[in-house]
DNA sequence: GTAGGGTTAG
């Protein structure tokens, strides 16, 4: 009797529409009293309740006094701790459940392989992936669709194409899922083939096929095929959900394509941040950091509100611009809404203001900042070495080992930037070494376009020279382009035509590097070689050559 | 007898 009276309470309670926390915390503690077990139907509503508002405490509770436990009981505990990205403890109620008499069902698995790889752990993924073949839903739509996700976004396409493959008749998530795939690895045409596969085979995409397919084009080479795809989801009228337009609005941004972008935009009745976001950060990449700090100011006006991956942006394009005055106006929104002591915020900030002219706004930002990580060192390294105080950097680096952090390849990038600014060979060597022995970072381009412009402009092109030799294949042309430059300097013609065939062999279409060469040459008095070059740059177009207008023969 | 659950943009 009591008990059917607490259900037709509850019953009442859960299906009003608006629930709030104390009303359902207020439920749950008056049926605890009364000693009560909680129908497992129930339970799981009132977990998901408690996930949705954030309570995991509570979620939790509930859970444990629930002794009759079905799948979706289960399910709704390691859902609730998944999507708080409670990794340990999601993992550690999925394992107690594989102990338990309910086994897990697809859904369970789709919720774990997420997990697995939101949080990068391809080991898991893996065993995963087998329990899921021995649970025998190794065709299971729900399942598969989720192994081809989690593997697209852990890098493995091969392995989720493999999964792919092994259905026979792929549902239309699946395929979007093997599409979308494609597009996180970048592999647009492999996108693009498989949904003309899936066209032929008579499944109609929707709009998660053409979000996967647009998320794949990022190279400002492919505007025509980004065009072709806009086109179609304007024939499907696919372009008015505001997924698909949004991704057309950040393809358009990626491939630099700012007109296209912004018309994109106006057709958008209620743009949200990421859109905004993407349109902002669209101008920064193609250079108008002017017109991003514009858009900021106008969504911020029109009442919209940025978060800390906007802010940093918009700090960046300031300093772009070397605008403090914008830069400290966002300062202000930044510690008016409480983000000041944000780490990407505050690296910003460090990064701003010394571009900007005020190196002692930064260093005080930097001293203020409440939890300092690696990367508010980077900014601070980086600016001192642009001020050219290397010995302050060199402290900063000291300062960043005694709080127990670990330098990454940004900071030694800094350092080494630093003493190439300063000309402090051996300091630089010192760095050089110690990056790869002591902290084992693999050396990147960039350090060694440092290394070789310190040792080069030291004149030292010998152990430039050896050092671009032993950096791993295939070597950036910017590498060698930075030595080309330092023959320049020390007009050594020898060893300028050594790394000129090590250059043109891997970028012949770089005109830059010919005037360089061809400068060396004609400096050199090898006029024939010099024009000869010259007419190699030239290549048909009517172009006054920089450089060698005051040696013309 | 009831239920949710696999794929979307910076």
Redesign the pocket.
Known sequence: MRCSTQ?QVL?FQLSKSRQTLPNIKQLHAFIAKTHLSI????A??LI?FYALNNDLESARHLFDETPHR???????II?AYAQANKFHDAMWLFNAMRGSETMP????F??VL?LCCENFVVGGLRGVHGSVVVAGLGW???????L??AY??VGMIGDARRVFSGVRE????????VV?GY??CGKWEEGLELFSVMRIRGIRP???????I??GL?DPGLVRIGQGIHGFCLKCSLDC????S??IL??Y??LMCMDSACRVFDTLCQP???????LI??FSQCGDNKMALVFFRNMIMEGGK??P??IA?ALAASAQVAMVGAGSEIHGYAIRHDYASDVMVSAALIDMYPKCGFLGLGIQVFRYTPRRNVVSFNSIISSLGLYGLPSEAFDMFGELLGEGLKPDEYTFSALLCSCSHAGLVNDGRRFFTRMTDEFSIIAKTDHYVHMVKLLGMAGELEEAYNLVQSAPEPVDPEIWGALLSCCDVHKNTEMADNVAQRLFGIEPGKDTYRVMLSNIYASDGRWDDAKQLRDNVIGGRQKKMPGLSWTEV
């Open positions: 259900l019953v129908d497992p139907f129930y799981t509503r998901r079905t799948v979706y009981v289960w399910n709704s859902r069902d697809n859904f369970t789709a919720c997420r299971d739509y729900v399942c598969c669709s989720a081809v996700n697209a976004r792929p549902d239309l998530v699946l395929w979007n899922s979308s597009g996180i929707d709009g998660y096929t053409l979000v996967g647009i998320t990022g959900s505001p997924h698909v949004s991704a950040s393809m941004s990626r949200d941040l990421v859109t905004w976001s993407s950060t669209g940025a978060d991956i906007l942006c």
